[in-house]
């Protein structure tokens, strides 16, 4: 299984952009990139998930290098509701996913 | 309507007392989940379920026992419940991926268990 390592935690202004990046060094052909949020007091929420290049879609963008050995995931312009943890998993089933530590990201007005 | 529902969302109880966190999906997914997620925020997965199976059990003390009755509900029962028991469990579902397609995980909003 692959395992990943991402920052503990990062800290950002509103408006800013934030990056994350998340390294997955033994990463399989078949495996996917997601990344999910978590908010205090709830379960992980679907962010983000891709295989390769770049994915973007209404909350996030996804950068995967072309030896896919790490990932980025991009948060534009965020607010303080966007203070919460965000986990990088690897896999190509969903009962073989981990949950690391994640990286908890707090958003300064 | 909420896609994945557990109950309760507190639980406070006793040491050695048996209680049962109940899960439901109404996304009509194959597969359900039990995770736990310790005061480290570590979040380990428990079991998983597909279509009435358990097809893992990532060695869990046997005090615990999922149940499902259909392919909607998994129900997780705690015997003889310890201290190191606290923690947060959150129920999850999932459809069967095909082929290369990478699959999304549904959380419940999780169940507080403290246990005295």
């Not at chain 2, 309760?8 to 194959?30: F, R």
């Not at chain 2, 082929?99 to 507080?112: A, I, P, R, V, W």
Request: charged share 20%; with cysteine; proline share 4%.
């Amino acid at each position: 299984l692959a395992k990943t390592t991402q920052p503990i935690s990062m800290d950002s202004y509103e408006g800013q952009e934030v990056n994350i990046t998340c390294s997955h060094n033994n990463i399989a052909t078949n495996d996917y990139i997601t990344w999910y949020q978590q908010f205090p007091s709830q379960g992980p929420r679907f962010i983000i998930q891709g295989y390769k290049t770049k994915v973007t879609n209404e909350v996030a963008s996804l950068f995967i290098p072309a030896d896919r050995k790490s990932s980025t995931l991009s948060l534009p312009r965020v607010s303080l509701s966007d203070t919460a943890v965000y986990y990088c998993l690897v896999g190509a089933n969903t009962d073989k996913l981990i949950f690391g530590t994640g990286t908890r990201l707090q958003v300064f007005p | 309507d909420t896609a994945v529902s557990q109950t309760p969302k507190y639980l406070v109880t006793q040491m050695g007392n048996d209680k049962s966190i109940k899960c439901e999906q109404n996304l009509g997914h194959d597969t359900m989940y039990w995770y736990k997620q310790d005061s480290k925020k570590f979040l380990k997965i428990m079991f998983s379920y597909n279509n009435k199976e358990l097809i893992i059990n990532e060695t869990v003390p046997n005090r615990f026992s999922p149940k499902s009755p259909d392919k909607a509900h998994l129900n997780l029962h705690i015997n003889s419940l310890e201290l190191g028991d606290s923690a947060v469990y959150f129920c999850a579902s999932s459809q069967e991926g095909q082929g290369m397609l990478g699959e999304k995980l549904f959380f419940g909003s999780g169940t507080q268990l403290s246990v005295l």
